[in-house]
C-alpha cells in the first residue's frame, strides 16, 4: 500500500530534519527560559545553547555529537514492508546526515556501523483505519536515555506517589541528561506499556496538557515543582530545570500502577512526515493529530 522508496526517503528526511532543526516548541521555550532567568552563569548556559541550535540549523548539522538511537511511533495500516524500508532510511541517515553509528550488541559491544542490528531500530506501530501512514522520530541520546527509570508502584501510592518518584528521577539524574530536560511520564498499562508511554509522551508539542484533567494538573504542578530545585541548566544553577513535563496514560491491572519515566536533554529532537496513499509526503515539526 505505501511505497517502501517513499518510505525510506522520508525516514532519511526525517532523521536530518530532527538532528539538525530543533522544534519551534522546542526553541520557545529555551528562549522564554532566558527571559526569565536572574543568574548569570545559567544565562551564559542558555545562550551558549541557543547559539548551537542556530549553528546546526544554518549549517545542516547535526546539534549534537551523540545523535542518539532513532526511536520511531507508526501510526496507519500495517505493512511488513514498512518495518524494512524504515531500517533502510536509518542505515542511509547515518552515512548521509551524517549520524554517529551508536547502536552496539549489548554484551560484545560489537558496532553494527550503521545503527541497526537486534531490534534496532525500535518501532512503535498503531493500528489505524486511516489512508495515510504518520512516521514520527525520537533520536534519543544514551546521556538522557541512561536515566530513564520504571517503578511499580502500589495502587494506594496513587498520585502523590508519582509525583515523588518523578521529582525522586530529576533529582538523581541531576547534571547528566544535561538539562533543561524535558520529562515524559508513562503511567498504567503494564511495565513496558508503560516505558513507550513515556517515550510517546515526548512527542507532544512543550506547553500542551493531556486531556484528562487529573493528569494536567500533575503536569502543571510537576513543572512548577521541579523549575523549584534550583538545579538549571547543565546542572550548574538557574531558575529551569525543565521546559516541560508531559504525561501519558493506559488502563492496568488492579493490583498494579506502573510509572515509568523518560527524560530527554534540552536538544529534545523529534520529527513528524504524514505519507499519503498517492505518494505525497508532508513533514511537519510539530504532531499530527
Known amino acids: 500500500m505505501y511505497s517502501p522508496t517513499v518510505i525510506e526517503e522520508t525516514v532519511v528526511r526525517l532523521l536530518r530534519e530532527a538532528e539538525c532543526r530543533l522544534p519551534p516548541d522546542v526553541v520557545r521555550s529555551l528562549e522564554k527560559a532566558m527571559d526569565e532567568e536572574k543568574d548569570e552563569i545559567a544565562l551564559s548556559q542558555l545562550r ?3 547559539a548551537n541550535v542556530k549553528a546546526a540549523t544554518n549549517g545542516m548539522l547535526p546539534m549534537c555529537q551523540d545523535t542518539g538511537l532513532p526511536v520511531f511511533f507508526v501510526r496507519g495500516r500495517y505493512d511488513i514492508k514498512i518495518e524494512g524500508a524504515i531500517k533502510k532510511g536509518v542505515s542511509r541517515a547515518t552515512e548521509e546526515v551524517p ?4 547502536a552496539v550488541d549489548p ?22 483505519s486511516e489512508e495515510h501512514l504518520d512516521i514520527a522520530v525520537l533520536p534519543k541520546g544514551a546521556g538522557s536515555e541512561n536515566w530513564s527509570a520504571l517503578r511499580m508502584l502500589t495502587p494506594a501510592e496513587g498520585m502523590s506517589g508519582i509525583r515523588k518518584f518523578v521529582i525522586e528521577c530529576v533529582v538523581n539524574a541531576g547534571s547528566r541528561p544535561c538539562p533543561p530536560t ?15 508511554l513515556a517515550k510517546k509522551a515526548l512527542l507532544r508539542p512543550l506547553g500542551s496538557f493531556n486531556s484528562d484533567p487529573f493528569l494536567a494538573d500533575m503536569e502543571g504542578d510537576l513543572y512548577h515543582d521541579l523549575n523549584k530545585l534550583g538545579l538549571g541548566p547543565m546542572g550548574l544553577g538557574g531558575r529551569t530545570t525543565v521546559l516541560g513535563v508531559m504525561a501519558e496514560k493506559a488502563n492496568c491491572h488492579t493490583a498494579s500502577l506502573p510509572v515509568a519515566v523518560s527524560l530527554n536533554c534540552w536538544a529534545a529532537r523529534k520529527a513528524f512526515a504524514r505519507i499519503y496513499a498517492d505518494g ?6 510539530v504532531m499530527f493529530e
Open 48 to 50: 551558549t545553547i541557543l
Open 99 to 102: 549520524l554517529r553509528p551508536n
Open 107 to 128: 554484551l560484545s559491544r560489537h558496532n553494527s556501523g550503521d545503527n541497526l542490528g537486534a531490534g534496532m531500530p525500535p518501532v512503535h506501530f498503531e493500528p489505524s
Open 182 to 196: 524535558i520529562v515524559g511520564i508513562g503511567i498504567g498499562g503494564t511495565a513496558d506499556m508503560a516505558c513507550v
Open 280 to 285: 505525497r509526503v508532508r513533514f511537519s515539526q
